[in-house]
């Protein structure tokens, strides 16, 4: 099984798709004229501006949501693993993926808002939306809905379960299986509630557990302050071949920074756009900006954290894929959160394996929440509200997978969450550009409304943007535009 596994990976992450998701962001990044620069001053009023309704969620629980699916394990064992097999120049490629992708994330999040629709009183949209009314290819959008059923309600939330589970036996010594128990159990009160509940629990745990990272972080970085140069010094040489001890490894630097890149911030993937098209926002490239700011909280911050902890303590080992290892800090330690639990040990002894145990619980069990939900989301597209049972065949697919993550070993887990991300990041990449015109078209039309003056509003037929259907027949304009400018 795990051979097969790895086979299919080596194909779905070949370099073709290193460099499609470095040149899409690259194209989207000028193509917006730099958006994620030009309207930082816009996110903080647009996160926290927007109205919930009995159908969508606010701005802020849009991007709580959205993060709770981003913020996960990738950022603490995924960061680990990246340093672990491409060296401390896979940070830079982290940092670069995550700049580049907030174009990707823009574009792929304002479509999941044209082409949005409203079913069963609730917001719903996604790549399978876009790709069915945007494209007129309803054959790709079901295949992409299938594929991420598949991604997100089995391959992946292993990787998550398996993540906590090993964290929480190395901390407190719990058996495995008895923290798939309680996984589950807590789960099911959650999915079972619906995607307001869902909504709620992230918009509480997601700032609460990302600030508290970020602390610890900052009190590990400060212990160390002085070596900051240094480690910066490192990622950069090692990023480009200028050290000489990983001067042999900068393809897989790239490779394995772009890879778990792509695994936290989740930019391109798909994902994102779920979470945006639930927002209640009276235009689709306001949801956009914040969504492109998602992927910034991510990597820029907290994935940033987690390198920089394990780089500056030194508690990391460096073995390429078939090379001999470069660099051996640790012994029987497997590249993973143990990393970062024996990093924040060396400074605060006694609590760094708890801490990281507690933290690995909220970002991953946030996570399988929101992996629930896209899930969800996609198998609510391919019924069209028929056949009811198979929501809850999903529920008890995905609380099935959290246990079997959680008693696996991680290799195997890790494995099946690449193939799931790899697969829909092909399917929705080629979707957006496609659909690149569209998307550029909002960008304009917003951009002018601001610039008159306006809190713009989104008239899909005046701007030539056909099968926009809740846009056309179910939005409610306001009754008069605002005069003050968003930003």
């Not at 798709?17 to 994620?36: N, P």
């Not at 798909?270 to 945006?276: R, S």
């Amino acid at each position: 099984m795990e051979q097969f596994v790895n086979w299919l990976n080596g194909i779905i992450w070949s370099q073709a798709l290193i460099y499609l998701c470095l040149g899409v962001g690259l194209f989207y990044t000028l193509s917006t004229r730099f958006l994620q620069v030009r309207h930082m001053k816009d996110i903080i009023k647009l996160m926290f501006k927007g109205e919930k309704s009995d159908a969508g969620i606010t701005s802020f629980q849009a991007l709580s949501l959205a993060l709770s699916g981003r913020v996960g394990t990738g950022n603490i064992a995924g960061v680990a693993t990246a340093i672990a097999f491409g060296g401390p120049g896979a940070v830079f490629w982290m940092w670069l993926i995550a700049f580049l992708g907030a174009g990707s994330a823009f574009i792929e999040s304002t479509l999941g808002q044209v082409y949005k629709s409203k079913q069963a009183g609730q917001f719903r949209g996604g790549p399978a939306y876009y790709i069915e009314k945007g494209l007129k290819l309803k054959w790709y959008a079901v295949l992409f809905a299938i594929v991420t059923v598949i991604a997100t309600g089995a391959l992946l939330p292993g990787v998550q379960a398996n993540s906590i589970a090993v964290g929480i036996e190395n901390a407190f010594g719990i058996n495995t299986s008895i923290t798939g128990i309680v996984l589950i159990v807590l789960l099911a009160i959650i999915i079972f509630g619906g995607v307001k509940r869902i909504a709620r629990t992230a918009e509480f745990v997601v700032p609460f557990m990302a600030i508290g990272y970020i602390i610890v972080a900052l009190i590990i970085t400060f212990a160390n302050f002085s070596q900051i140069p240094e480690v910066l010094s490192l990622i950069f040489s090692s990023a480009f071949g200028g050290n000489a001890a990983y001067g042999g490894i900068l393809g897989a630097a790239i490779s394995w920074g772009v890879k778990r890149g792509i695994y936290s911030n989740e930019a391109g993937q798909g994902t994102g756009p779920h979470a945006a098209a639930a927002a209640e926002v009276s235009h689709p490239a306001k949801q956009g900006i914040v969504q492109a700011f998602s992927v910034y909280i991510d990597t820029w911050f907290v994935c940033t954290a987690t390198a920089f902890m394990i780089l500056m303590t030194g508690m990391y080992n460096v073995t390429p894929e078939g090379k001999e290892p470069i660099v051996t800090n640790l012994t029987e330690v497997e590249a993973g959160p143990g990393y970062t639990q024996a990093a924040v040990e060396s400074v605060l002894p006694g609590f760094g394996a708890p801490f990281v145990a507690i933290a690995l619980l909220f970002f991953a069990f946030t996570t399988i929440m929101a992996y629930y939900y896209m899930a969800e989301t996609n198998l609510a597209y391919i019924r069209k509200n028929k056949n009811q049972w198979t929501e809850y065949v999903l529920k008890f697919v995905i609380l099935g997978m959290v246990y079997y993550g959680c008693v696996k070993e991680a290799g195997l887990a890790w494995a099946l969450g690449d193939v799931g991300v790899g697969a829909m990041a092909w399917l929705n990449l080629i979707a957006i550009l496609l659909l690149t015109k569209p998307a550029l078209r909002v960008l304009k039309d917003y951009e002018a409304q601001l610039k008159d003056g306006k809190n713009p509003v989104f008239d899909p037929v005046k701007l030539g943007i056909k099968d926009a259907d809740f846009w056309e027949h179910e939005y409610k304009k306001p009754e008069a535009e605002s005069v003050e400018k968003i930003g």
